[in-house]
Nanobody, 123 residues
């Protein structure tokens, strides 16, 4: 069992930056592929980024490529999402997720989810 807690969301102006954190419980964090997803009001949950258990493999949605950076620190059981050059369309609730094995871009492959953290980008 893995419990995930996101933090770092907030209100930021267009072009600003935020760093989201996802703290995981459990001693097997390093064996999980991890991902970030987001959901805006009235829209479906969408993939943002994912990272392999070792941290050497990363993947990004085209909409965030070049602006967002995913990373993880297995010693701290924590995953991060550095978000730069934020746009109004990045406004959403951001969720972190964990799955056994390699990472995936599909939400239905993930076994565990956090409660989400709100990111609001004002113009």
């Amino acid at each position: 069992q893995v419990q995930l807690v996101e933090s770092g969301g907030g209100l930021v102006q267009v072009g600003g930056s935020l760093r989201l954190s996802c703290a995981a419980s459990g001693r097997t964090f390093s064996s999980y592929g991890m991902g970030w997803f987001r959901q805006a009001p009235g829209k479906e949950r969408e993939f943002v980024s994912a990272i392999s258990w070792s941290g050497t493999g990363t993947y990004y949605a085209d909409s965030v490529k070049g602006r967002f950076t995913i990373s993880r620190d297995n010693a701290k059981n924590t995953m991060y999402l550095q978000m730069n050059s934020l746009k109004p369309e990045d406004t959403a609730v951001y969720y972190c997720a964990a799955k056994i094995g390699d990472y995936s871009v599909n939400a239905y492959n993930y076994n565990y989810w956090g409660q989400g953290t709100q990111v609001t980008v004002s113009s």
